[in-house]
């Protein structure tokens, strides 16, 4: 059985799905923003309930998905523990075990490119990030990077592995898919018969460009990707523009417009959150997933079109402004004029990863109720 891999051709990334056939768990690594639609159309075709999205580190050249993925298909996210990510749902240690189904991906932890860097081993696939790469490995110039530990990691914790351990790099330039260990034992040109000092010395030298989205991707990606190139509302009375629906707008105006009568307040939270977390008096419940397992609500299609009266426009309600966005769309292709609210209900996470206090509806003080 071999892991599904995906590749994303702006930053040269490859995310990898594994899963368990009899039970349809599965468990993505490393997924990339821009790729969003794709992987979630992925997990629809092949029928598989994302469990859990995790990360090798802390990446420098890419945004992660996994919170918007954890928002859309209700897995949980996880990290490594020395990477700062603090969003996420579970710390990883070495030697920790994540369960999908039957199958076990254990934690290993390997230092170097970052401080908190980890591979994944599933069967005899190993998933290395950026610790090791097919024919090189990975930088270790910034964020904590350090090349003796990356040797180490390498040569002591990787390559011990059986010869006919299946290698699958976090990036390729060149189009290659994987390896194995036995191969970058004896091929691999900073690692294969060089010593630490060796190695230690030409990553010293490299000389590499700084990532081209650095400065951004990091201050999202301790946030799980959350936030990531969203705007915030700001409390604009203004429509901003959106992609396949009619704009994104503040709760507050979402609020003014559903008061006036011009639109109806559509929630597209599940019934478990609203009943939780709390509710707005007089919106339409209506759940573009629901839990447990965030199954597509089949009624959403004719629900939606009962509750908009011709004329009036749909703003659509949902946690933080990720699902609702979804929602907009497919309410654009049944033919309405609808909006997405930004920030949703309770907002994005602070550094504690705890929601409710940057923005959202119930955070503004417009109307809810707790029960
Ligand atoms: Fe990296």
Redesign the pocket.
């Known amino acids: 059985m071999k892991p599904i891999q995906l590749f994303d051709p702006t930053s040269s990334s490859y995310t990898y799905v594994l899963h368990d056939p009899s039970t349809r768990e599965a468990l993505i690594i490393d997924p990339v923003d821009q790729q969003l639609a794709r992987d979630l159309a992925l997990l629809q075709e092949q029928g598989l309930k994302l469990l859990w999205t995790v990360e ?2 802390m ?3 890419h945004i992660t998905s996994a919170g918007q993925l954890a928002e859309h298909t209700g897995a949980q996210t996880a990290a490594p523990q020395g990477c700062g990510i603090a969003t996420a749902a579970r710390q990883l240690e070495d030697g920790d075990v994540l369960q999908v189904g039957g199958e076990k991906i254990t934690v290993l932890h390997t230092p170097g ?2 401080a908190g ?1 980890v591979s994944y081993l599933w069967r005899n696939h190993l998933f290395t ?2 610790t090791l790469l097919i024919g090189g490995c ?2 270790t110039d910034f ?1 904590s990077g350090n090349a003796a530990a990356l040797y180490q990691s390498i040569t002591q914790r990787l390559l011990t592995l059986p010869d006919d351990t299946l290698v699958w790099p ?2 390729d330039y060149q189009g290659r898919t994987h390896s194995t260990v036995g191969a970058e034992k004896a091929g691999n040109p900073r690692i294969a018969g060089r010593t630490q000092a060796d190695f230690v010395r030409t990553m010293a030298q490299l000389d590499l460009p700084r990532p081209a989205r650095m400065d951004e991707a990091l201050p999202a990606n301790q946030n799980s990707g959350i936030g990531a190139g969203r705007r915030d509302a700001g409390g604009s009375l203004q429509v901003q523009p959106a992609d396949g629906y009619a704009g994104d707008v503040s709760p507050q105006l979402a609020c003014r417009w559903w008061q006036d009568g011009q639109a109806v307040l559509i929630d597209v939270r599940t019934d478990a959150e609203r009943e939780w977390v709390g509710f707005v008096p007089g919106a339409v419940a209506l759940a573009w997933k629901q839990w447990p397992g965030m199954a597509m609500n089949l009624r959403f299609d004719a629900d939606l079109q009962a509750a908009v009266p011709p004329g009036n426009k749909a703003v659509m309600l949902c946690r933080s402004g990720v699902r609702s966005v979804a929602a907009a769309r497919r309410a654009t292709e049944l033919g309405l004029e609808a909006y997405n609210i930004l920030e949703g209900f309770e907002g994005d996470p602070d550094a504690e990863a705890h929601r409710g206090a940057r923005g959202g509806w119930r955070f503004l003080g417009l109307p809810w109720r707790q029960k």
């Open positions: 090798t580190h990446h420098a050249d490119h970052t860097s990030g950026d990975g930088r964020q976090g990036h």
